[in-house]
């Protein structure tokens, strides 16, 4: 286990070490410079700012500096801002993202688990249905045009919660619904799939044979062989979340990670994207590392052939 | 225990042994692959009607580029905000009048319409008709989709095929080139990608499509792995034939229904992927239109006029339910196992 | 073995299947009883309604399985009549199973001494540790080495063989009445094969239970069976006892069994096989099911089932070839030379029996 994750950690580490690369070079393809919202500067002053900037110096300067940068956490200057460290930024707009998106996952995951459980249980019954069509609304109504309907009923129409900003738990409700759908969807119809595979298995029926009641088999059985795959989809349910929190934070002004990112595009300081760019995969990595850990932990047949291994 | 009822005199005689043995004949019909999947489909009726929407969306969507009720980009200042006007009907919301102030007041009479002119989807903040640009709209984004699908699954099935067929140290450095590539998160790939191609129909359609494709890799991957040790193909190898004839003619063939289900996956997720990036504003650019850019238009006025929003946003929902519901029936159909 | 009382009785039960394609007569009419502490095999084709015939014992029919007719009884009580708890009462304590393919038959993620444990502490009220003590000895009982270390181990960590010496501890723990084993040997290596039916046979006599072996094996009924029940196409078509079935089969389909199993006796280098394949249970056909793979047919068979001839007190056969009016036919070399064997034991058991009664009144003064 313990080399297993050590080799994780390395490819863990290379991958960061090549999205780095990556973006640096990327952005240096791209034309603008911190001076696009300034024009009328003499050339003297541009000279002046760019040095500032550290775009001077030959590239690979440039990219070495910034690879040290980023491993002491400094990721430069904005551009949009040109007082402000990209580092602050981010650390100042990441606390609201991390609420919404863990929020997001909880109230997507657990429910989801529930339904598709449920749906499977009760296999080709109104039951069934109903969540498979909850569960494909949810996967097709893109967030956003969830979340536009939710702030026009429930926030403008029903005035039962506010309808955007930021400040307290009332505000993140319906931007947690938002995000939440997809997730939830998600779960509940992988969870339905595994559940009725297991239900179906062999050692299924030998627990009916055994003359388990029908819940007693479930809750013996069959939930903890369907729910140990759940955790597989931990991680693009983050990435989900991530995408989504792009738009939902721009629609409810949550001054979060996702909305700096759109504003960062848009007016293309590069600086920032990268940083942001290089924040989202790190999330990403850490959760995929996490739930692997945590496979291996909660099926024994993982975690013995990781023993002898 | 014996049967006591007279039987006929000739019950006893033999029956010719050529004539009634059936050593060759197999009970039920020989159907192939393909219309025993068709014949599954057929019995899903969800699946169906979803398939006549998505075939209805493609026929409107595409035949309006050459018969539209209005040019979708003709601009009239005058005739701005309309609300929806159907001929003939008085219903509120169809009937082009719209509350202002808390009163109901007729929309096209204040700015000046003739009795002749009704919009069936309103007009939006430039007086364009919106049934013409949601059509054209709907046109850009289904195209969007299916062409970076398209993309996907060649550098998908590509990839996939040549990494399981080769194996060894190739293929453990195209999976891990996969796992890095996956680590990232698909938008973050998009959005770098859409900059430096700069925003447009086709850097969409690509970044989409260079974003997308590893998950059909990797199914691609797995299916040939397990391909490569079946006997026919060992058959083809121990006979000389080439890698490439051994792929077209027996790997491809072999692997026609994931790429079929994953493709019938991968196109709505791809409307979603246009929808959103043109909702931010990184997407397609005006003039033209698609159903993420209608949506972000909508979502300005969606206070005051929020049918601008809802029909996009019906059109939208539409479209990725009924693929998603094809495609659920397409894997029932193809795999009947996860069914029964 | 006749006087002994039947501790279940199936009679004229018919199941069918509601599909797509429309109904499935998968059991038409099939009646057996079984006697205290005897083994029943029950032998056919994949598809012949075997494993159908023992779900219905146990309960356990899928959820679109209709019973068109007739009853299971065990003990007097009709199994198809019991509520969902009088059947779970039943399952895994009077009558158990053990299942075909034991790589899949047991739960991946519990440890196997809870899962040998559960049925105890289901049925009897037994508690954990307790119940985890019993697993152990079961565990001993069925040849598991170092059980003491195993117990808390997981089933990947187990061989094929020895998953299913668990499988058969989980169904013996509570000592059933009847233990159903649908193919128990058949996932298995042909050594393990050996030792699973030893241990089967061995576990018999301790536990005194009756057994439904389930087979499409032949050469695997000799060796445990007394007696054979020959099933084709949801029916069956012959039974008898194990040496009455061997050595003097009437049926052409068993005729048919019997000579493509290799015996050391078999000398030419083609085994024959039975040709076509069985018919559709959607729409069986009308007579003999048998009739379009069988070299012997009659003209009858295409038109009327046949009814049970009987052969001996405990051997009848469903074959219209048994009628008085039928004309001899020649059955396989195969079959002549087993039926010869058969004519010779049964003089030798006469001459014994013969012997034995000389010597008896010999021993008079």
């Not at chain 1, 980023?70 to 007082?83: A, E, I, M, P, R």
């Not at chain 1, 050692?203 to 059985?221: D, F, M, P, Q």
């Not at chain 3, 779970?88 to 739960?107: H, V, W, Y």
């Not at chain 3, 991946?108 to 119940?131: D, F, N, S």
């Amino acid at each position: 286990m313990a080399k297993y994750l050590l080799k994780r950690i390395f490819y863990l580490l290379l991958t960061l070490f090549i999205v780095i690369t990556v973006t640096f070079f990327l952005m240096k393809l791209l034309p603008g410079t911190p001076l696009q919202n300034q024009q009328k500067l003499s050339p003297s002053e541009q000279h002046l700012i760019l040095k500032q900037y550290g775009l001077t110096k030959p590239i690979w300067q440039q990219y070495l500096t910034y690879v040290g940068g980023v491993l002491h956490g400094n990721f430069g200057t904005s551009f949009q801002f040109s007082d402000q460290p990209v580092s602050y930024l981010i650390s100042s707009r990441i606390g609201p993202s991390l609420l919404l998106g863990t929020q997001a996952m909880i109230l997507g995951v657990v429910p989801g688990i529930l339904v598709g459980a449920l749906g499977a249980i009760k296999k080709n019954t109104w039951v069934d249905t109903t969540t498979t069509i909850v569960s494909i609304l949810g996967i097709s109504i893109p967030s956003f045009v969830l979340a536009v309907l939710l702030q026009y009923f429930i926030g403008l129409k029903l005035h039962l919660l506010p309808i955007a900003d930021w400040g307290g738990f009332a505000y993140t409700v319906l931007p947690t619904i938002a995000l939440a759908a997809s997730p939830f969807a998600d779960t509940a119809r992988f969870t339905r799939t595994e559940m009725v595979d297991v239900l179906n298995s062999d050692y299924i029926e030998l627990a009916r044979a055994k003359g388990l009641s029908k819940w007693g088999v479930i809750y013996h059985h069959a939930l903890r062989n369907s729910l140990i795959p759940v955790v597989t989809i931990i991680g693009p349910l983050a990435v989900n979340i991530m995408t989504g929190s792009m738009v939902i934070e721009n629609i409810f002004s949550i001054p979060g990670i996702g909305e700096q990112f759109v504003k960062s595009i848009l007016t293309n300081d590069y600086p920032t994207i990268m940083a942001v760019t290089i924040v989202y995969s790190v999330m990403l990595m850490v959760v995929l590392l996490i739930t692997d850990i945590v496979y291996g932990i909660i099926d024994p047949r993982i975690r013995i052939s990781g023993k002898s291994n | 225990m014996a049967d006591e009822v007279k039987l006929p005199a000739d019950s006893f005689e033999p029956l010719d042994k050529s004539k009634h043995l059936d050593s060759e004949k197999i009970a039920a019909p020989n159907l192939t692959f393909m219309q025993d999947a068709w014949r599954r489909l057929k019995k899903n009726k969800s699946a169906i009607i979803a398939m006549i929407i998505l075939v209805i969306f493609f026929v409107l969507a595409f035949g309006s580029a050459f018969i539209s009720p209005h040019n979708p980009n003709a601009v009239n200042p005058q005739l701005a905000n309309l609300p929806p006007k159907w001929p003939g009907v008085n219903i509120n919301g169809v009937n082009g009048t719209l509350v202002q102030a808390g009163s109901r007041v007729n929309a096209y009479q204040a700015a000046g319409a003739g009795a002749g002119v009704h919009y069936w989807l309103g007009t939006d903040y430039l007086g364009r008709d919106m049934l013409s640009r949601i059509l054209f709209g709907t046109r850009i984004s289904l195209t969007v989709a299916v062409v970076a699908t398209a993309v996907d699954l060649l550098i998908g099935v590509s990839f996939g095929l040549f990494s399981g067929w080769k194996g060894g140290w190739i293929d453990n450095f195209m999976q891990r080139v996969i796992e890095i590539i996956m680590s990232i998160p698909t938008l973050v790939v998009v959005v770098l990608l859409i900059l430096i191609l700069k925003p447009g129909m086709t850097s969409i359609t690509l970044a989409i499509a260079f974003s997308s494709w590893t998950t059909m890799a990797r199914l691609i991957r797995a299916q040939t792995m397990e391909l490569k040790g079946q006997e026919y193909v060992l058959a083809a190898q121990t006979l000389g034939e080439s890698s490439i004839k051994i792929a077209f003619k027996h790997l491809l063939p072999n692997l026609s229904s994931i790429i079929i289900i994953q493709t019938m996956f991968t196109i709505p997720s791809a409307i979603f992927f246009e929808a959103f990036l043109s909702f931010v504003g990184i997407g397609i650019s005006a003039p033209q239109a698609s159903l993420g850019t209608l949506l972000n238009d909508g979502q300005k006025n969606f206070q005051f006029l929020p049918y601008q929003m809802w029909y996009p946003a019906i059109v939208l929902s539409v479209i990725m339910i009924a693929f998603n519901i094809f495609a659920d029936g397409l894997r029932d159909a193809f795999d009947p196992q996860t069914k029964e | 073995m006749q006087s002994k009382e039947n501790i279940l009785e199936v009679n004229h039960l018919k199941i069918n299947f509601k599909t797509y394609a429309g109904t499935v007569k998968a059991i038409r009419d099939v009646s057996f009883n079984l006697k205290k502490g005897e083994t029943l095999a029950i032998v056919g084709e994949s598809g012949s309604g075997k494993t159908v015939t023992t779900r219905s014992i146990m309960g356990l029919l899928a959820n679109n399985a209709v019973v068109a007719g007739g009853n299971v009884l065990f003990h007097g009580q009709d199994v198809l009549k019991m509520s969902q708890r009088e059947l779970e009462n039943l399952r895994g304590a009077k009558i158990a199973q053990i299942f075909q393919d034991p790589m899949t038959s047991l739960d991946p993620t519990m440890r196997i001494g809870r899962q040998i444990a559960e049925p105890l502490m289901v049925h009897k009220g037994v508690k954990k540790a307790k119940a985890m003590a019993q697993a152990l000895e079961m565990m001993k009982l069925v040849g598991i080495t170092d059980a003491e270390n195993r117990i808390n181990d997981y089933p990947h960590q187990f061989s094929g063989g020895m998953r299913q010496r668990i499988v058969i501890a989980i169904a013996l723990i509570n000592y059933p009445e009847i233990l159903i084993a649908d193919e128990p040997t058949t996932a298995l290596d042909v050594t393990i094969q050996a030792q699973i039916l030893d241990l089967m046979r061995e576990l018999q006599d301790k536990i005194e239970t009756s057994i439904i072996f389930i087979t499409h094996d032949l050469g695997v009924v000799a060796g445990m069976a007394d007696r054979v029940a020959v099933m084709y196409a949801g029916k069956i078509v012959e039974f008898g006892t194990v040496d009455e079935i061997f050595y003097n089969p009437k049926h052409p389909y068993t005729w048919g069994l019997l000579s493509s199993m290799p015996t050391l006796d078999t000398n030419g280098d083609e085994l024959p096989s039975i040709p076509g394949t069985p018919p559709d249970l959607l729409d069986p056909p009308k007579g003999d099911a048998f009739a379009a793979r069988n070299s012997y047919a009659l003209k009858i068979d295409t038109e009327k089932e046949p009814p049970f001839f009987k052969v001996s007190d405990t051997h009848y056969a469903a074959t219209w070839l048994l009628h008085p009016d039928a004309p001899k036919v020649t059955p396989p070399e195969q079959i002549i030379e087993r039926q010869k064997k058969f004519a010779k034991m049964q003089q030798q058991l006469e001459d014994k029996k013969l012997h034995h009664k000389v010597e008896e009144t010999e021993e008079q003064p």
